[in-house]
């Protein structure tokens, strides 16, 4: 079992910026995949970033030039930092950690809860 642990998120002001982490213990996998979905209220769950233990980044199409994800390897650790927050980033955000490449087992965090307000 992978336990995630994440912070940060809250109310964030139009315009304004925010920073996400999520932390991951126990079985961890060597190597791995980290990122963070999102789901807004009658809306799939879709991609915000994703970063590999090798440090290869990917990122949602509605989020590219605004968000940027780094993790820290011996922490077990990924950030999410995202500027020029709008209010259709208004959602939940999850934390995902897979056993990437194989991709045979995914753990979610419990969600955030990221409100940009006007």
């Known amino acids: 079992q992978v336990q995630l642990v994440e912070s940060g998120g809250g109310v964030v002001q139009l315009g304004g910026s925010l920073e996400l982490s999520c932390a991951a213990s126990g079985n961890i996998f060597s190597p791995n995949g980290m990122g963070w979905y999102r789901q807004a209220p009658g809306q799939q769950r879709e991609l915000v970033a994703a970063?590999?233990?090798?440090?290869?980044?990917n990122y949602g199409d509605s989020v590219k030039g605004r968000a940027t994800i780094s993790r820290d390897n011996a922490k077990n650790t990924v950030y999410l930092q995202m500027v020029s927050l709008k209010p259709e980033d208004t959602a939940v955000y999850y934390c995902l950690y897979s056993d990437w490449p194989a991709n045979k087992y995914d753990y979610w965090g419990q969600g955030t809860q990221v409100t940009v307000s006007s």
């Open positions: 970063i590999t233990s090798d440090g290869t980044t």
